[in-house]
């Protein structure tokens, strides 16, 4: 099968992972790949490091003119030949190129990645198929009522692909290593997180921020730790790319997200390397974690409740328990496989006579 990833964003996210590990995992199983981006390299470069084919074009929505035309030269003659758009934006362009190239084996795929109502649109009649990353992700495209058939709707719950990492020494039987790892900024609820740790009765906990933002932002955290008097009990370290082993380090996770998340990858990563995991109950979060069995949920911007959790995961025996229980729930239920088959299958059904 041929398959084309649109990828239209300025900086590397969530979504741009979502369409490296998916590419990696269909050029691996025989498909012909192609990453279509624009020309900003800190997105393509992460893409040409895994051997992937880029191809950059505008991309720039309804006013580009030059990107369908590129696009539809690349599927004229394309048999089986799927454009996998993660926006509307540029299914828009997906759109215009099918109708330039003349390709009827052509089907465009969009998966919603956002927790946003539909707008009034006549594009969604015109999209093939249409993956949605939570059951809370599609309940709120629908609730303006958007003229689309259900049968070209899904929900496909993300997964992420854990790549080799090194061990990192395990930590001091004495200390526990509680973490937060993310973009730094203000929906993610670190502030509350920071205010939770200095109320726990445990001088040997540590905190670990694992992240980059705004310095004026990361500089008002760190005033925040040093006003509650937690500031020489938390490790910044600045963005770091591959955060397995950090993660395999850390004893309990913490993602306090102030926003309804569409799915949250950061949660399912500590589920997968078996850590009992703290999130807030206004996202997708409440899809898939079973309160106080494979993680537990605190409301958004709940210090004291946040603080509760922790407490509670400071002892071993507790965390080891939804730790265990997290892995269990991953490995069955979002590990990657589950998610990969089902994302084939909705490809292979787009062509069944």
Avoid at 235 to 256: F, M, Q, R, S
């Amino acid at each position: 099968m041929n398959i084309i990833h649109l990828v239209s964003n300025k900086v590397w996210g969530g979504g741009e992972q979502y369409v490296l590990d998916l590419s990696e995992e269909l050029a691996a199983k025989g498909n012909k790949v192609t990453i279509v981006a624009r020309n900003i390299p800190a997105v393509t470069q992460r893409f040409e490091e895994v051997s992937l084919p880029v191809v950059t074009m505008p991309l720039k929505g309804v006013l580009d003119i030059i990107s369908p035309f590129k696009l539809a030269s690349m599927v004229r003659n394309m048999p089986e030949a799927i454009i996998h758009v993660h926006n509307f934006k540029d299914a828009s362009t997906a759109i215009r190129a099918r109708r330039i190239s003349g390709n009827k084996n052509l089907r465009i795929v969009l998966t919603r990645h956002l927790v946003k109502s539909a707008k009034k649109s006549s594009i969604y009649k015109k999209i093939d198929a249409m993956i949605f990353v939570s059951q809370l992700a599609l309940d709120k495209f629908l609730s303006s009522s958007p003229n689309v058939g259900n049968s070209k709707i899904c929900v496909v719950h993300n997964s992420i692909k854990l790549p080799p990492f090194a061990t990192a020494d395990a930590t001091p039987d004495d200390s526990v290593s509680i973490m937060f790892h993310g973009r730094l900024s203000p929906e993610k609820g670190i502030e509350i997180l920071i205010k939770a740790f200095a109320k726990l009765n445990n001088e040997k906990a540590r905190l670990v921020i694992a992240g980059s933002g705004e310095a004026e932002y990361t500089n008002s955290l760190k005033k925040l730790a040093a006003e509650n008097g937690v500031a020489n009990r938390i490790e910044w370290t600045g963005h770091i790319k591959n955060i397995h082993p950090l993660i395999e380090k850390a004893d309990i996770g913490v993602c306090p997200s102030m926003v309804p998340e569409s799915f949250g990858l950061a949660v399912i990563e500590y589920m997968a390397h078996g850590k009992p995991v703290i999130t807030t109950n206004n996202g997708a979060q409440r899809e898939y974690i079973t309160p106080n069995v494979d993680g537990i949920l605190v409301p958004p911007a709940a210090v004291e409740e946040t603080a509760n959790a922790i407490e509670q995961l400071l002892n071993k025996e507790e965390r080891e328990r939804i730790g265990k229980t997290a892995k269990t729930t991953f490995d069955n239920k979002l590990a990657y496989p589950v998610f990969y088959k089902a994302i084939y299958n909705i490809y292979e059904s787009l062509f069944e006579k």
